[in-house]
């Protein structure tokens, strides 16, 4: 979960950064920083469903 997490933030990040007219660099940082948020994220939440389960 922690996984499909960080690669639907790197989508939205890459998106994010191409929209704004950001340059290469700018759309890897981008796709990188929401990535780590999203997996982040998507691991906290699985432990969560795990812990309540």
């Known amino acids: 979960m922690a996984i499909a997490g960080a690669l639907v933030g790197a989508v939205w990040g890459g998106v994010l950064a191409r929209c704004r007219n950001g340059n290469s660099l700018d759309i890897l940082q981008y796709a990188a920083g ?20």
């Not at 929401?34 to 389960?53: D, P, Q």
């Open 34 to 53: 929401y990535a780590i948020a999203f997996g982040l994220m998507a691991f906290f939440l699985s432990i969560a469903v795990v812990r309540l389960m």
